[in-house]
Nanobody
Framework: QVQLVESGGGLVQSGGSLRLSCATSGFTFARYDMSWHRQAPGKERELVAVIDKTGRKRYADSVKGRFTISRDNARSTVVLELNSLKPEDAAVYSC???????????WGQGTQVTVAS
């Protein structure tokens, strides 16, 4: 059974930091590209950061220099470190696993990030 379980969300003051973690099981993690997405109320879901199976990373322009994505293949976990948080970063953050090029896609249930101004 495939599972992606996010944790680490919460309430933080503007300028603060959070560390989100996505623990996975049920699939061969090292073969998958991993990404974080977020969706704020009334807005479409957007890609935040991607780390592919080789370790290459890319970020949305809005989070470059503030967020860092990493993966631990031994623990089948992907982490998103959020720094210098802004109120506009508030959203539900979800992780996704995708096996390139045409493989399966799996989603976690999400974790809420709230940023107080």
């Amino acid at each position: 059974q495939v599972q992606l379980v996010e944790s680490g969300g919460g309430l933080v003051q503007s300028g603060g930091s959070l560390r989100l973690s996505c623990a996975t099981s049920g699939f061969t993690f090292a073969r998958y590209d991993m990404s974080w997405h977020r969706q704020a109320p009334g807005k479409e879901r957007e890609l935040v950061a991607v780390i592919d199976k080789t370790g290459r990373k890319r970020y949305a322009d809005s989070v470059k220099g503030r967020f860092t994505i990493s993966r631990d293949n031994a623990r089948s976990t992907v982490v998103l470190e959020l720094n210098s948080l802004k109120p506009e970063d508030a959203a539900v953050y979800s992780c996704k696993a995708f096996e390139p090029p045409f493989g399966a896609t799996y989603w976690g249930q999400g974790t809420q990030v709230t940023v107080a101004s």
